[in-house]
């Protein structure tokens, strides 16, 4: 059983910055590609960005391409989201996930075992 706890979150006017941080326990943390999602009100969980066991493969969606960067530090058991130049439309709680075992990088939450609770972002305009 692994757990993650993000933080990070909270209300920054358009065009700031967040770093989201996820710390997880419980697993073998350096072994997992881990996921970041996120979910707006009455809008589906949408995939965001995830990155490799290792940190050397990273993806991202392509609204989010070139503002937001993911990273790890496996000898902290943490994922970080960096997230600049915000916009409104990026308002949503987010989320980090263990992607179950699999070598490649999955992008839709069917393939994400453990969730963290959630971390709210808000952009106001």
């Known amino acids: 059983q692994v757990q993650l706890v993000e933080s990070g979150g909270g209300l920054v006017q358009t065009g700031g910055s967040l770093r989201l941080s996820c710390v997880a326990s419980?697993?073998?943390?350096?072994?997992?590609?881990m996921g970041w999602f996120r979910q707006a009100p009455g809008k589906e969980r949408e995939f965001v960005s995830a990155?490799?066991?290792?940190?050397?493969?990273?993806y991202y969606a392509d609204s989010v391409k070139g503002r937001f960067t993911i990273s790890r530090d496996n000898a902290k058991n943490t994922v970080y989201l960096q997230i600049n130049s915000l916009k409104p439309e990026d308002t949503a709680v987010y989320y980090c996930?263990?992607?179950?075992?699999?070598?490649?990088?999955?992008?839709?939450?069917?393939?994400?075992?453990?969730w963290g609770q959630g971390a709210q972002v808000t952009v106001s305009s």
């Open positions: 419980g697993g073998t943390f350096s072994s997992y590609n």
């Open positions: 996930a263990v992607q179950r075992l699999r070598l490649e990088i999955m992008r839709t939450p069917d393939w994400y075992a453990y």
């Open positions: 990155i490799s066991w290792s940190g050397g493969t990273s």
